[in-house]
């Protein structure tokens, strides 16, 4: 299991918004489209940093191949969607990826 690890950031005015598109229209778009490329799931997290709002989003994919299927060759590219781009105000160029050796069930998704 590889896990692709991106870092956004938005306005504290922008921060529902953008969470909203991405619970409602691009994670759903992302299972529908990639669930059959490999794709099993995300984590959203999010933190104030001040005037900023933090948002991680962490998307599990079976392998690296799935993950170059999603993002192309040059996979640690960031694909960000030009609604995601008008909500944020700044955001990670690269993805970051992580094999995942260990892991414990029942940790709480909410």
Do not use: C
Request: glycine share 8%; net charge negative.
């Amino acid at each position: 299991m590889i896990w692709r690890v991106w870092h956004g950031w938005t306005t504290h005015k922008n921060a529902e918004a953008y969470e909203h598109y991405l619970r409602n229209e691009l994670l759903p778009r992302v299972k529908r489209e990639l669930t059959a490329r490999g794709y099993r799931g995300f984590h959203l997290l999010q933190a104030e940093r001040g005037a900023e709002v933090e948002f991680v989003t962490m998307l599990a994919f079976e392998s690296l191949d799935s993950v170059k299927g999603f993002a192309g060759e040059d996979y640690t590219r960031a694909v960000i969607s030009d609604k995601a781009k008008s909500l944020l105000s700044r955001h990670d160029e690269q993805a970051e990826h992580y094999q995942v050796v260990g892991a414990e069930s029942g940790v709480p998704n909410d």
